[in-house]
């Protein structure tokens, strides 16, 4: 369980990191041919915060944090992927603020959940 653990702990590290830099280099209007990365990236980095959530569950932590964490993996996809759609006049760029503020709290998620799981009596085992 801690390898899991820290594996899906480290994919949305790494997955935010990149995130965040492709997302710095889309807003100055560079690379924009690599928003696929992006998108897949981004499923990394959503099924990486699922796995902590599965494992959550198992380990026993508080069942409405693991629900939000689910359906927030949910909005981070639906959001990054329907984007384009929202807002595409001069105020796209709340839309874009919110995809932002939304990706940081599912790694932010990520974070108390690994942490959840290893206070648990069931990660010693």
Known sequence: ???????????????GLVQIALGILFWTGNA???VPLHMLVGLLLVLSLWTLGFVAARAGVQPGLVVVVFLWGLLVVVLGVTQDQLLTNSAHWLIQVLHLLVGLAAIGQAEVLAQRIRRTPAAAV
């Open 32 to 34: 924009l041919q690599v």
């Open 1 to 15: 369980m801690r390898t899991t653990v820290t594996v899906a702990q480290m994919l949305v590290r790494v997955c």
